[in-house]
């Protein structure tokens, strides 16, 4: 099978093991250059899907998508295009998709080899998901269950564990329940031998024994007691119905009262019923209350009902989401990755993979941009398996916010794309969310048109979201995107719009939204030519992330906290050096890791990360000097620093020229080729230190990098006017950031 991608052009030669700097390098400069040619954006796919197979970093196959896109924007049917979208789609985690992608691709090449291969692919991703075969299998399941055929029950059961468990739980039980309620006593005992009969086939392929212990509550109560449990399954029932269309408000009280119906009862059915109600806390902002909830829930089940597995995994995961959206990471990460765990063991993929995705969400927040990748195409497949469409959509909803973190505009509406196609009809509110969010994108990539279109759509709907929760949120969501729309044509009302939208997740307890939304108020600011309010909330953005930071635990995780705000970081120090070198260095020096410094600072009770300028000047001798380098939207910033001055390079480095270069060198140095060597080794030399311009009394030099600047032989660099090294001209020391440099 051909994973590498159909190509139209020689442009993607160089895509083969060892060469792979060159062959994302060659298709995508080739793209840039023929931006109306939809064969050089083919061959730039194919070259970043060969990328993401031979280096592992699936973040790639986002580009190889958005490549595919711009390709078919200029050639809807181009074939080449259409077949490395589909292997695309099947790498991202989404063979459902991809069938989809094969047969538009077999529509227009139906008799190549490709189209072989496409029917192979096609064959093999048309397997239909969990939820449509247990709904085909559900009424053998019950006919099974009433005729006592234990072995087909358990069969059933053991193919689809969490679906048995969910029905048996909702719908059986509060079947039961209406029944009672309403005096059909024959079609109670029909639902009830249903749910019994599913509660043993679990506890025998899987262990679980929840539903079990549920249908034993119903079948050894009073006459009393079981009148009590049939109104509260019945309520149950309708309580569920209310939450899965995110009614939370009317949902919440009906789970606080059969919580104490069900416990009146001893029925196991008091857990989840607080479970919900908690969920629903939740998602109705009052998020401390939630935890504290959930975590006395934990504790209960710990002490009380430890084979109650699903049920605990459960209450981990809506921890997880309040431990999230405090900021509090490693609470959070700790928790989804033992419900991961544990759902995975009891065979339920579609909670399995709700758990993966969150964990996927907190890789993000912490810079760790392929393990989230992988993390998250694990999730999709999960997700696929189950079925459960909803999930599919909140992950791509969470990759477009890594997208735009990483600065992949046009592969964030890429996935948006994906993610508004695939919202079941109906779902308002995620597809107001979707909207919304292509809205804010079609905006920063010039499409106003579309931004105004998506936004409109999206308000339009706002009023007929029922959960004032729900439309608070959105609400918020819709003032931020209004914000961005409007922002250069109306930057004070945009200012105006951010505050109404920070008001509104504050109300919620949304912490984690913060940052961004000062970010976008900082830049209202810079329109209007109010560089102190900017820079004022640019600070604040920076100690709203750091304060997430603060959560985490590990140090070697909290270094890399701040890479994934690279654009908040990147428009501070803009900012900040146009102002003076010593605001554009301090800056600098807050986006640089500091688990080292915390820790040297727990050890001497000082607190070295928040060194001032002059005292870093101080530890330089008057024979060295420091070179610090920050990035700075598209260009690199490079600041001096030596004992009598702080002062900027007298131009400013382009980023992508750089990042070129040193992906170059790095494919020349693996290949052996010295002369490319070289000649990559004297273009950084003229892009990074020529413009630097260090004093001639300079002998020690200390280099301060950032992100792939790190990778840069610093002392290997070679000036092309004499044909000296870096490191025959000075003593050379690297840091991590300047205040971590010691002359001891």
Not at 183 to 209: D, F, K, M, Q, S
Not at 294 to 310: G, I, K, M, V
Not at 717 to 730: F, I, K, P, S
């Amino acid at each position: 099978a051909r994973e590498s991608g159909m190509v139209r052009s020689p442009a993607v030669a160089p895509a083969i093991p060892g060469h792979f700097g060159r062959a994302a390098d060659g298709p995508a400069a080739a793209a840039g250059a023929a931006p109306g040619c939809a064969a050089a954006h083919n061959d730039g796919a194919a070259a970043w899907l060969a990328l993401a197979i031979a280096t592992e970093k699936p973040s790639r196959l986002v580009d190889a998508l958005r490549e595919c896109d711009a390709a078919l924007r200029i050639a809807p049917s181009d074939p080449a295009a259409l077949f490395n979208r589909a292997l695309v789609l099947d790498r991202l985690g989404l063979p459902r998709r991809a069938a989809y992608a094969w047969r538009d691709f077999l529509k227009r090449d139906a008799s190549s080899a490709w189209a072989d291969e496409a029917r192979q692919r096609l064959h093999r991703d048309i397997t239909s998901a969990d939820i449509t075969q247990f709904a085909a299998l559900r009424p053998a399941m019950e006919r099974a269950a009433i005729e006592d055929d234990v072995i087909d029950v358990e069969r059933i059961a053991r193919r689809f564990p969490q679906q048995a468990r969910t029905w048996g739980e909702t719908e059986y039980l509060g079947r039961w329940g209406e029944s009672v309620v309403q005096g059909r006593a024959y079609e109670a005992e029909h639902w009830l031998r249903i749910a019994e009969a599913i509660g043993h086939a679990l506890v025998a392929t899987n262990g679980e024994p929840y539903l079990h212990d549920a249908a034993q509550a119903v079948l050894t109560a009073n006459d009393e007691q079981r009148a009590h449990l049939a109104t509260a399954h019945h309520a149950y029932r309708r309580a569920r119905q209310l939450f899965s269309r995110l009614s939370f408000a009317e949902a919440e009280p009906r789970f606080r009262h059969v919580a104490g119906l069900f416990a009146g009862a001893n029925s196991p059915m008091a857990y989840v019923a607080r479970h919900y109600a908690a969920s629903c806390a939740y998602e109705q902002g009052r998020r401390a209350e939630a935890r504290a909830t959930l975590r006395s829930l934990l504790t209960e089940l710990e002490q009380s009902a430890p084979a109650y597995r699903a049920l605990y995994a459960q209450a981990q995961q809506e921890l997880a989401l309040c431990e999230a959206a405090g900021g509090h990471w490693s609470a959070s990460m700790a928790a989804n990755e033992q419900a991961a765990r544990t759902f995975g063991a009891l065979g339920e993929s579609g909670n399995q993979g709700f758990a993966t995705d969150m964990l996927a969400d907190a890789w993000d927040f912490l810079g760790q941009t392929e393990m989230a990748w992988r993390t998250r195409i694990e999730a999709l497949r999960l997700f696929d398996k189950a079925g459960t469409t909803d999930r599919v959509a909140h992950a791509l909803g969470s990759a477009v916010d890594a997208e735009l973190h990483r600065g992949n505009r046009w592969g964030a509406l890429s996935l948006l794309a994906l993610r508004v196609g695939g919202i079941a009809p109906g779902d308002v509110p995620r597809l107001i969310d979707a909207l919304l969010r292509r809205a804010h994108v079609e905006a920063d990539v010039g499409d106003a048109g579309g931004a105004w279109r998506d936004l409109k759509l999206a308000t339009s709907k706002l009023a007929t979201i029922a959960d004032p929760a729900v439309r608070q949120q959105l609400t918020a969501l819709a003032s931020m995107t209004e914000a961005a729309v409007t922002r250069r044509s109306d930057p004070r009302g945009a200012i105006s719009l951010v505050g109404r939208a920070m008001e509104g997740h504050r109300l919620l307890d949304r912490r984690i939204f913060f940052p961004t939304l000062l970010l976008e108020r900082a830049r209202a600011h810079r329109d209007l030519g109010d560089r102190a309010a900017a820079k004022a909330d640019y600070s604040d953005a920076i100690d709203a992330l750091d304060y997430q930071r603060a959560s985490v635990a590990g140090a070697e995780i909290r270094d890399v906290v701040f890479d994934a705000a690279p654009a908040l970081f990147a428009e501070a120090i803009d900012l900040a050096a146009t102002q003076s070198a010593t605001d554009a260095l301090e800056i600098m020096e807050r986006s640089r890791a500091r688990g080292l410094l915390e820790s040297l600072d727990a050890a001497t009770g000082s607190k070295s990360f928040l060194m001032p300028i002059g005292a870093i000047q101080a530890t330089l001798s008057p024979d060295m000097a420091m070179v610090e380098y920050g990035f700075a939207g598209t260009t690199i910033v490079a600041v001096v620093v030596t004992r009598d001055e702080v002062r900027q390079a007298s131009v400013r480095i382009d980023l992508q020229s750089a990042a070129r270069a040193a992906e170059r060198l790095r494919a020349a140095i693996d290949g052996h080729r010295r002369a490319e060597i070289d000649t990559e080794l004297a273009a950084l030399y003229d892009q990074l230190l020529r413009p630097v311009d260090i004093p001639s009394t300079i002998t020690r030099l200390i280099i301060v990098p950032d992100r792939f600047l790190q990778t840069v032989p610093f002392s290997a660099l070679r000036d092309r006017r004499d044909g000296t090294y870096l490191v025959e001209r000075y003593e050379l020391t690297d840091a991590p950031r300047a205040a971590v440099w010691s002359p001891g």
